[in-house]
């Protein structure tokens, strides 16, 4: 994610959270022409995957251990919000539910939701 704090409402990153994230990585390097640089998650590695041109980092390919254990093996969009306790209230107000609870995330912090179609996301406040 970026330095800069990014507007609420933005997408500001994507996930891929699955079993083998090595075999994923190298699928996506093969079939999209990604590179992939190695994340220290203290006993494994998660992926963060760049641009074949320019090398900018846009996406993670992660393991579900950790704190992606509960997490579905499927693409992950991180929006940002500006309050996470009040999105996170509205989400269940509004149908949708807390599938994780809070956890840190660099200088921000993010949950994990399920809104009312059955579909996953993460809020991020910075």
């Known amino acids: 994610m970026s330095e800069a704090r990014p507007e609420a409402g933005s997408l500001v990153w994507i996930d891929l959270t699955v079993e083998d994230a090595e075999e994923v990585r190298d699928f996506y390097t093969d079939v999209v022409g990604w590179t992939s640089a190695e994340v220290d998650m203290g006993g494994y590695a998660d992926y963060t995957m760049k641009t074949g041109g320019s090398g900018a980092t846009i996406t993670g390919v992660c393991h579900a251990r950790g704190v992606n254990a509960d997490i ?26 807390l599938m994780m609870s809070p956890k840190g995330l660099g200088e921000g912090r993010f949950c994990v939701i399920r809104d009312p179609a059955g579909a996953f996301a993460a809020l991020f406040e910075a």
Do not use: K, Q
């Open 72 to 97: 579905p093996p499927a693409w992950m969009p991180y929006f940002a919000v500006a309050d996470l306790d009040e999105s996170m209230r509205a989400c269940i107000d509004n149908g949708g539910e």
